[in-house]
């Protein structure tokens, strides 16, 4: 069943996009997927009709399903036959308004995945966030995900475009695999677009990043309002990229519309938290490397406000070989920022302990839970106002429950907080 609706699907967007010929945005990376289409569908739909991915729909069924423009439903099959209706009603072009511009995320947890979604799509712009330790026991290591995310680049025709993290040096160096034209983004100098003096501020009450962008001899100076981190920065510079590269849109204008941007449920977004402390919301998914990011950003706030800092982190799963070591490395680096108090919850995070003990993390500043239940009723009695708390962990390891139990109005979760449908809960 699962083979005819993929094939069912499959058809169907070819049929569309071939009726509408909208201008494919795709978008892979171990990291960033989702807070860069956001940050691109944030820029380009104060311009033309754009549409992003829903959710992270980014597989062979969620990516036509963006396509078609509906949500999945699950094993409803009556529903089933509204989604193929309203897909052959596209097909057929009898309805008169599609979006110009699809920006579509493309997951690979498999080798041959997006040789799959880049077919039946074909991008005119690919873009690579990152290669990071991810999905490694299907791709064994960096190299075998870089092999697979640059299908994304092969994919692009000779007059297409690809914008590429410079930062990354696997991915800066598959512009060499492509004959379509290059810009790359980050903070290092040398990149089309680049980034300078970042830091965390506050203005007018709002907690944000501020920084300058640098392109073509031009700086804008940029301040992103309610956007946390330097990860978030770079969500956004491949979106100006886009704006500014392809469809030649000013460079001022583009950072402009990023005021409508707003990094989605999960992706360190700020809550207020219960005693007047600050929660860092970073629970959609986690990997070494992300996690480190994170432990980053709570070392800015550690720097720029008064009260204590404690990380609270969760297991980090589809490590493969590398899942001992890349727990360890999240440990050492919470004790090189020297977090006041680390709390790890799950049976993989006793290597971040190991990591943390390593690093020279005093033992009475680190908490271990094999539950949730044990560390939530320790965070309710050790917090106190002006703590700041970074929560993050593994989609599987469903770390915003830990968000709900501390935040400050747990009725917002289905407004605040990742994870939060029918489906999930009753999980």
């Given at each position: 069943?699962?083979?005819?609706?993929?094939?069912?699907?499959?058809i169907f967007t070819q049929l569309i996009l071939w009726q509408y010929h909208p201008v494919v945005i795709g978008i892979t990376g171990s990291i960033g997927k989702?807070?860069?289409?956001?940050?691109?569908?944030?820029?380009?739909?104060?311009?033309?009709?754009?549409?992003?991915?829903?959710?992270?729909?980014?597989?062979?069924?969620?990516?036509?399903?963006?396509?078609?423009?509906?949500?999945?439903?699950?094993?409803?099959?009556?529903?089933?036959?509204?989604?193929?209706?309203?897909?052959?009603?596209?097909?057929?072009?009898?309805?008169?308004?599609?979006?110009?511009?699809?920006?579509?995320?493309?997951?690979?947890?498999?080798?041959?995945?997006?040789?799959?979604?880049?077919?039946?799509?074909?991008?005119?712009?690919?873009?690579?966030?990152?290669?990071?330790?991810?999905?490694?026991?299907?791709?064994?290591?960096?190299?075998?995900?870089?092999?697979?995310?640059?299908?994304?680049?092969?994919?692009?025709?000779?007059?297409?475009?690809?914008?590429?993290?410079?930062d990354d040096s696997l991915v800066r160096a598959m512009a060499e695999v492509t004959k379509a034209r290059a810009v790359t983004y980050g903070f290092k100098d040398?990149?089309?677009?680049?980034?300078?003096?970042?830091?965390?501020?506050?203005?007018?009450?709002?907690?944000?990043?501020?920084?300058?962008?640098?392109?073509?001899?031009?700086?804008?100076?940029?301040?992103?309002?309610?956007?946390?981190?330097?990860?978030?920065?770079?969500?956004?510079?491949?979106?100006?990229?886009?704006?500014?590269?392809?469809?030649?849109?000013?460079?001022?204008?583009?950072?402009?519309?990023?005021?409508?941007?707003?990094?989605?449920?999960?992706?360190?977004?700020?809550?207020?938290?219960?005693?007047?402390?600050?929660?860092?919301?970073?629970?959609?998914?986690?990997?070494?490397?992300?996690?480190?990011?994170?432990?980053?950003?709570?070392?800015?706030?550690?720097?720029?406000?008064?009260?204590?800092?404690?990380?609270?982190?969760?297991?980090?799963?589809?490590?493969?070989?590398?899942?001992?070591?890349?727990?360890?490395?999240?440990?050492?680096?919470?004790?090189?920022?020297?977090?006041?108090?680390?709390?790890?919850?799950?049976?993989?995070?006793?290597?971040?302990?190991?990591?943390?003990?390593?690093?020279?993390?005093?033992?009475?500043?680190?908490?271990?839970?094999?539950?949730?239940?044990?560390?939530?009723?320790?965070?309710?009695?050790?917090?106190?106002?002006?703590?700041?708390?970074?929560?993050?962990?593994?989609?599987?390891?469903?770390?915003?429950?830990?968000?709900?139990?501390?935040?400050?109005?747990?009725?917002?979760?289905?407004?605040?907080?990742?994870?939060?449908?029918d489906s999930w809960l009753k999980k």
């Amino acid at each position: 069943m699962r083979k005819i609706l993929f094939f069912i699907l499959r058809i169907f967007t070819q049929l569309i996009l071939w009726q509408y010929h909208p201008v494919v945005i795709g978008i892979t990376g171990s990291i960033g997927k989702t807070s860069a289409k956001e940050a691109i569908v944030a820029i380009l739909s104060q311009f033309m009709p754009t549409r992003g991915s829903f959710k992270n729909y980014n597989n062979n069924i969620g990516l036509p399903l963006s396509v078609i423009g509906v949500e999945n439903n699950g094993g409803n099959f009556i529903k089933w036959f509204g989604i193929f209706g309203r897909a052959t009603w596209l097909s057929l072009r009898l309805v008169k308004h599609y979006p110009r511009v699809l920006v579509l995320e493309m997951g690979a947890d498999r080798q041959g995945d997006l040789k799959y979604l880049t077919k039946i799509t074909k991008p005119r712009v690919s873009i690579v966030t990152a290669v990071a330790p991810a999905h490694l026991e299907w791709f064994k290591n960096l190299a075998g995900v870089k092999r697979e995310k640059q299908v994304i680049i092969q994919a692009l025709p000779k007059d297409g475009l690809v914008i590429l993290n410079g930062d990354d040096s696997l991915v800066r160096a598959m512009a060499e695999v492509t004959k379509a034209r290059a810009v790359t983004y980050g903070f290092k100098d040398g990149n089309t677009f680049q980034a300078k003096d970042w830091q965390l501020t506050e203005k007018n009450g709002q907690i944000g990043m501020v920084f300058k962008l640098l392109y073509a001899g031009s700086i804008v100076p940029v301040f992103l309002p309610n956007i946390l981190g330097w990860q978030q920065i770079m969500a956004v510079l491949p979106a100006v990229a886009l704006a500014v590269a392809y469809f030649k849109i000013p460079l001022f204008e583009a950072v402009k519309a990023l005021a409508g941007y707003r990094a989605p449920c999960g992706r360190t977004n700020l809550i207020a938290g219960r005693q007047e402390t600050k929660i860092i919301d970073d629970t959609y998914n986690s990997s070494p490397e992300a996690a480190k990011a994170a432990l980053e950003l709570l070392a800015d706030f550690q720097k720029r406000f008064t009260g204590r800092t404690i990380a609270v982190l969760g297991e980090m799963y589809e490590l493969g070989d590398f899942t001992q070591v890349g727990h360890k490395e999240v440990g050492v680096k919470a004790a090189a920022i020297k977090v006041d108090c680390l709390v790890t919850i799950g049976l993989l995070t006793e290597y971040i302990d190991e990591g943390a003990g390593l690093g020279g993390l005093a033992p009475s500043n680190l908490h271990h839970f094999v539950s949730q239940t044990g560390a939530i009723e320790f965070l309710l009695d050790y917090i106190k106002p002006g703590d700041t708390l970074l929560i993050k962990g593994s989609q599987g390891a469903r770390m915003e429950r830990i968000t709900k139990a501390l935040m400050a109005e747990p009725s917002q979760a289905k407004k605040l907080l990742v994870r939060q449908e029918d489906s999930w809960l009753k999980k």
